[in-house]
């Protein structure tokens, strides 16, 4: 029987975790409930703001804030720990926590395009008014990457039924694809669309990466062959006036 590995706490992961958990509980449960000190929706990601008035810290910061339930949270929080914390090991902190946020931010700007033209098209704006919070765009961004790294590792969709990763991650998108075809753009309660749009940003990422790898290593080959010299035997030349080489 498998026995199902508990990752550990990796540097940016934790540091994710506690900043997360603290904006949460501080500037949403405290001062927001309370006090009613509503400070921290500013800092969530309002399409209307970012596009009209160019809020453009809320691409970053509404990562940070989730519903005032507790399970959104714990939720996004135990993604993070069991997918990030294994890519984490794998790339090192710095590739993985601009991974993270451009997954996250690249998940905003997608859903932000989407509803504005939405509301373009069809003059109906509200859901250029409705907030949208969490780390969900990001975490899908690591899903994708993990499905691909760990493709064939066994993991557990919806906790209850063992898969392959690469097939957890098909099933996942296509889930939320559906779910954003049954509810529309804004997706009700849940932003569908931020979820897809972290899966394609993760993907043009590492798609990304792997290009500027391959151009680096070309760069790499032809400045090695470029400094290559083949130098002939000169003794052996029959015209002593013309020694020869090549670079």
């Known amino acids: 029987m498998n026995q199902l590995a508990v990752p550990p706490f990796t540097p940016v992961v934790k540091r994710l975790m506690i900043v997360t958990v603290g904006a949460w509980f501080v500037l949403q449960v405290i001062l927001g409930q309370f ?72 998940a905003a700007i997608i859903y932000c395009f989407g ?51 690469k097939y957890f991650v098909i099933v996942a998108g296509a889930v939320d694809f559906a779910s954003l075809l049954s509810s529309g753009v804004a997706g009700g309660e849940v932003a569908y669309l931020a979820h897809l749009g972290g899966l394609a940003s993760g993907f043009l990422i590492l798609k990304t990466q792997v290009y500027l790898k391959v151009q680096q290593t070309k760069n790499k080959l032809k400045k090695k062959s470029g400094s290559l010299r083949l130098v002939v035997d000169n003794d052996k030349v029959k015209d002593q006036s013309n020694p020869k080489y090549w670079n």
């Open 35 to 106: 006090f009613n000190i509503k400070a921290w929706e500013i800092f969530i990601l309002h399409p209307h703001q970012l596009i009209e008035n160019f809020y453009v810290w809320q691409l970053v910061t509404y990562m940070f804030f989730h519903a005032i339930s507790p399970f959104h949270l714990l939720f996004n929080m135990l993604m993070l720990w069991f997918f990030g914390s294994e890519l984490e090991r794998v790339w090192g902190s710095k590739f993985f926590a601009i991974y993270y946020f451009l997954s996250g931010i690249g």
């Open 115 to 165: 509803v504005g033209a939405y509301a373009a098209l069809t003059g109906v704006r509200t859901p250029l008014v409705i907030p949208v919070m969490g780390a969900s765009g990001a975490l899908f961004g690591l899903l994708l990457a993990y499905g691909i790294i760990f493709s064939e590792r066994e993991t557990y969709f919806m906790g209850l039924f063992p898969m392959k990763a």
